[in-house]
Nanobody, 117 residues
Framework: QVQLVESGGGLVQPGGSLRLSCVAS????????MGWYRQAPGKQRELVAF???????NYDNSVQGRFTIARDNAENTVYLQMSSLKPEDSAVYYC???????????WGQGTQVTVSS
């Protein structure tokens, strides 16, 4: 029932841009906080950007000023607009939904982003 489907990943050159999308279904999207995480091979998964149900945003310092997280509750979708991409941004990017009250959230399956010449 619950689904988080990421899309938009791919190969991009350094300095390029990419927009990731995560379409949610099976839960009340508008009441959930949403986050984008990434995980590179051999490294821990890290939070990239976060947006609350009320629209407040937070970014990791490494992407501040380059990435923008946004949500469209009418479309049950959260976006990650990435610009000025760097090779170190390469990772599998995951969408995560956190419920309004403490508990386990939901994860998408991830989409690969590769920044390389």
């Amino acid at each position: 029932q619950v689904q988080l489907v990421e899309s938009g990943g791919g190969l991009v050159q350094p300095g390029g841009s990419l927009r990731l999308s995560c379409v949610a279904s099976g839960f009340t999207f508008s009441t959930y906080d949403m986050g984008w995480y990434r995980q590179a091979p051999g490294k821990q998964r890290e939070l990239v950007a976060f947006i609350t149900s009320g629209g407040r945003t937070n970014y990791d310092n490494s992407v501040q000023g380059r990435f923008t997280i946004a949500r469209d509750n009418a479309e049950n979708t959260v976006y990650l607009q990435m610009s000025s991409l760097k090779p170190e941004d390469s990772a599998v990017y995951y969408c995560k939904a956190d419920p309004p009250h403490y508990g386990y959230g939901y994860w998408g399956q991830g989409t690969q982003v590769t920044v390389s010449s």
